[in-house]
């Protein structure tokens, strides 16, 4: 079982000697962090993302919206240089979707990109197969698995087919008890599936990565826990077929996202972890052969910052891997849920010596879910991000659902909205669907209730 989380206040005072957040919000909105009562968040990233509370929903009903000047909306562009046509995939949404993650993988290997998505309300883990008329048939690959957030496709078991690894949280409201449960589902050859649990009465799991951590020819897994209380980051060294031994490397409670990458060129898998709750932070874990060396490679004295997804990229093309992360989780700790003026998306540059400078990208309510593809294939990476219930509280019908941030290619980046329906999209992936060379987004759709018009569930962007 994991050890106890360190008390808060300890941590707290150790923040002074990490980079600090700009000062993107108002000074009498800004104070310093305390200990104090953990609050709730959508804990699923990508949603990434990705934190999610029953006092949300509560608030819902009884609380009075936030001012429509609280909104952080990119600035408008009339025409973008490029649009995408929307059509939705696989069965029509029954009820309200809670579509956690999406991932786009050719999980049959017959050269057709394909889509995974991990269904939170209903337990399921579906796979939207790309047949050969450019259609998507859905086919259920896991039932009842408690709250699936994320989803990855790896050979774990080293037979020359896809397995797929998902984080399961157990229940997305917040909760202390140990409900959280690692399943690899194990792939016969023909793409029938056994699910298989590895790490039960856990925290809350809301992320899992894949990657030969010690060396050893071996897949392992790294985990991003929640928790609500308690939480952590941690990695599981495989010790057999289907055995993990897990190693513990931060015991801090509302880690929601994990990045996998070689950070500082010695050949070696790190993993970075961004972590919400009162924290705020992003910790870097390098890879020192089985052991990691970590350290906070920035945090927010905001404590309403709203950390909601990471994604990795070398988004000014040096040949090192950087960081995007967006913060758009609008559901506490304040009493009333919404927009704020800070949310957006913004990168860590990682520079050769050894540093890390933060730049923003741009404002997004609600902002989830960024990923870096060159969109208009100028030869510079752009960022996408999906915004989540952003429009809670605005006034008018019409705020960004999907922004893409234009890159200059210089560090420069032109927010241009590319859609304002389907709202409250949570998950995003990209993929080169049609084999034509022009990446395609898809969004999956994460709605508290049924007071929605057209709820969108799965939906892919074509060019």
């Excluded at 360190?6 to 700009?22: G, I, K, Q, T, V």
């Excluded at 259609?135 to 699936?148: C, H, I, M, V, Y």
């Amino acid at each position: 079982m994991p050890p106890a989380l360190p008390h808060r206040a300890a941590h707290a005072r150790s923040r002074r000697d990490f980079p600090r957040l700009p000062q993107l919000v108002p000074a009498p909105q800004r104070r310093a962090v305390v200990a104090r009562p953990v609050h709730a968040r959508l804990a699923f990233g990508p949603l990434a993302a990705v934190v999610l509370a029953l006092t949300w929903v509560l608030a819902a009903g009884c609380s009075r919206p936030p001012s429509p000047a609280t909104a952080a909306t990119p600035a408008a562009v009339a025409t973008p240089p490029l649009a995408l046509r929307p059509a939705p995939i696989g069965q029509q949404a029954a009820g309200t979707p809670w579509i956690a993650h999406v991932a786009a993988v050719d999980l049959d290997r017959d050269g057709r990109l394909d889509v995974l998505a991990c269904e939170a309300q209903a337990g399921h883990v579906l796979w939207l197969r790309q047949n050969a008329a450019g259609g998507f048939d859905e086919q259920l690959l896991a039932a009842d698995l408690r709250a699936p957030v994320h989803a990855e496709a790896a050979d774990l078991d080293g037979d020359g087919d896809l397995d797929v690894v998902v984080a399961s949280m157990g229940f997305v409201f917040p909760n202390n008890d140990r409900i959280g449960t690692v399943f690899i589902l194990e792939n016969d050859g023909r793409q029938r599936f056994t699910a298989r649990p590895v790490l039960e009465h856990a925290e809350r799991v809301t992320d899992v990565r894949v990657a030969d951590f010690d060396g050893d020819g071996k897949l392992d897994l790294a985990l991003a826990q929640f928790g609500y209380d308690q939480g952590s980051v941690s990695w599981l060294q495989r010790t057999g077929p289907w055995t993990f031994r897990r190693h513990a490397l931060l015991e801090l409670s509302g880690a929601v996202a994990l990045g996998v990458a070689d950070f500082n060129a010695d050949g070696r898998p790190d993993l970075a972890a961004l972590v919400s709750q009162q924290w705020e932070e992003l910790h870097l874990f390098e890879n020192t052969g089985g052991a990691f060396r970590s350290r906070r490679l920035w945090g927010s004295t905001n404590e309403d910052f709203g950390s909601s997804g990471l994604s990795v990229a070398d988004l000014n093309a040096d040949g090192r891997p950087d960081l995007v992360f967006s913060n758009g989780d609008g559901f506490g700790p304040a009493a009333t849920p919404g927009p704020r003026p800070w949310h957006g998306v913004q990168w860590l540059e990682n520079r050769p010596d050894g540093t890390w400078r933060y730049a923003r990208i741009g404002d997004l309510a609600g902002a989830y879910s960024p990923v870096a593809v060159d969109l208009d294939r100028d030869g510079a990476l752009d960022v996408v991000a999906v915004a989540a219930y952003a429009s809670r509280g605005l006034a008018g019908g019409s705020h960004p659902s999907l922004v893409w941030f234009r890159h200059d290619g210089r560090g420069g980046f032109t927010p241009h909205v590319l859609a304002t329906a389907p709202r409250d999209q949570l998950a995003l992936a990209v993929g080169d669907f049609a084999r034509d060379g022009r990446p395609a987004l898809v969004t999956g759709g994460f709605f508290l209730s049924a007071a929605y018009d057209g709820l969108g569930r799965l939906t892919l962007w074509r060019p």
